[in-house]
């Protein structure tokens, strides 16, 4: 069953959350998934065995294995530029001196998993081959490597346009039909292998209308570039999503763009925290060994964590409380919540100004009169009452987890 209103009371609400239709259902992707992917820290150079073996051993000695981070996604430029003979996908032997499956079962070993990158079309974006016409074949490749999370990409799909070009315009169709024969290969190696499958089209077609009957997860938005711009673009469009999100299907905003230096700290909050509170996956695209401690503190928050991976697995949305402005589109809305399986979240972001942000809770969707206990994130500061109000400044965001008293 669907989403539907978030302004209903709590446990009526619930009810109506426990299941979201989906057709690939393998039995994972139940909550948004965590880990690390290697585009954005230094797109095709990272592609390699050494950054992905070098990632695992990091999510363990940084902690973050423990917290829940757990795929080590190999991005585009993986492979060589063309397939063997038999029209099988190489591994670029520069970059897996020793194929992929010495990899993975390393990072099986370590108790992590591993992600590969495909495309639906002729091509991959950077120009690698793609998957059109090889589905069954390459998801048996995959499975006898023993890959857990294929992310497939639409760059020189079906198009009316001759040549393909890498992006098309004019499908002359539905891009769903693009993601059809590689979900039903996936269906096919369930009992052998469970593969998360990520939908990344960009958020053509209202992918979040049709997501769930396709994949785990689906990229809503084209890239996040990391500058504040894309976490203002991709974020505030989360807000009209969110009932789309449910166990077995996330919107996607895309990697975490943490530890670049286009964010400073408080965006950089503002970044993880919403992403967390609207229950995108949380997928690291940074070097985890120039991390800075101000960035790992983010990262490495439980409570934010734990709000993201909540067995609810409902996103949070905007809310108005009485005499606020309405939402602009394209920017960031102060006001946010969402329930939890024990209470609600409530974000507060300092999107467009700095200054005093408060929240009567009987304002609340799903929260209603009376006390309640509350428990900011990044603060740590608690207390009980009617109402929250925090300084917050420029770009920066408080996250409040609220249970009734
Ligand atoms: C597209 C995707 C990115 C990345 C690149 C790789 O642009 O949206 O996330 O995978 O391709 O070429």
């Not at 591993?114 to 490749?141: F, V, W």
């Not at 400073?264 to 509170?277: K, M, P, V």
Request: charge should be neutral; include cysteine.
């Amino acid at each position: 069953m669907k989403h539907t209103s978030n302004t209903l009371p709590l446990l009526l609400s619930l009810s109506q959350y426990w299941q979201v239709a989906n057709a690939l259902d393998n039995g994972i992707g139940l909550k948004p998934h965590m880990g690390w992917s290697s585009w954005n820290v230094a797109q095709c150079d990272a592609a390699s065995a050494k950054y992905a073996i070098d990632t695992a051993n990091k999510f363990i000695s940084l902690g973050l294995k423990d917290l829940g981070y757990e795929y080590i996604n190999i991005d585009d430029c993986w492979s060589t530029g063309s397939r063997d003979a038999g029209g099988k996908l190489v591994p670029d032997p520069k970059k897996w001196p020793n194929g992929i499956k010495a990899v993975a079962d390393q990072i099986h070993n370590m108790g992590l998993k591993l992600g590969l990158y495909g495309d639906a079309g002729q091509k991959t974006c950077a120009g690698y081959p793609g998957s059109e016409g090889h589905e069954a074949s390459d998801i048996d490749q995959l499975v006898s490597w023993g890959v857990d999370f294929w992310k497939y990409d639409n760059c020189y799909t079906p198009c009316n346009q001759n040549p393909r070009p890498q992006t098309c315009n004019s499908p002359g169709g539905s891009t769903k039909t693009w993601y059809a024969p590689m979900r039903d290969s996936i269906l096919r190696v369930q009992n052998t292998r469970k593969i998360h499958f990520n939908l990344c089209n960009w958020g053509r077609d209202k992918v979040w209308e049709w997501g769930a009957q396709y994949g785990h997860s689906w990229r809503m938005s084209v890239d996040n570039w990391g500058d504040w711009a894309s976490v203002e673009r991709i974020g505030s469009a989360a807000a009209g999503i969110a009932q789309y999100s449910g166990p077995g299907g996330f919107n996607d905003l895309d990697m975490l763009y943490l530890g670049s230096s286009r964010l400073n700290t408080n965006e950089e909050r503002l970044h993880f925290g919403l992403w967390a509170i609207t229950k995108s996956p949380l997928v690291l695209g940074l070097d985890l060994n120039k991390i800075k401690d101000s960035t790992l503190a983010i990262i490495r928050n439980k409570g934010l964590i734990d709000i993201n991976q909540d067995s609810l697995g409902r996103a949070a949305t905007t809310f108005r409380p009485p005499g606020q402005p309405a939402p602009v589109a394209g920017k960031i809305y102060p006001y946010w919540a969402g329930p939890l399986s024990d209470g609600v979240v409530i974000g507060l972001c300092a999107g467009t100004a700095a200054g005093r942000y408060s929240v009567n809770f009987a304002g609340v969707p799903d929260l209603g009169q009376g006390d309640f206990q509350w428990k900011e994130m990044y603060t740590g500061q608690t207390g009980m009452g009617k109402n929250v109000s925090f300084d917050i400044a420029l770009h920066d965001m408080r996250v409040v987890k609220v249970v009734r008293g």
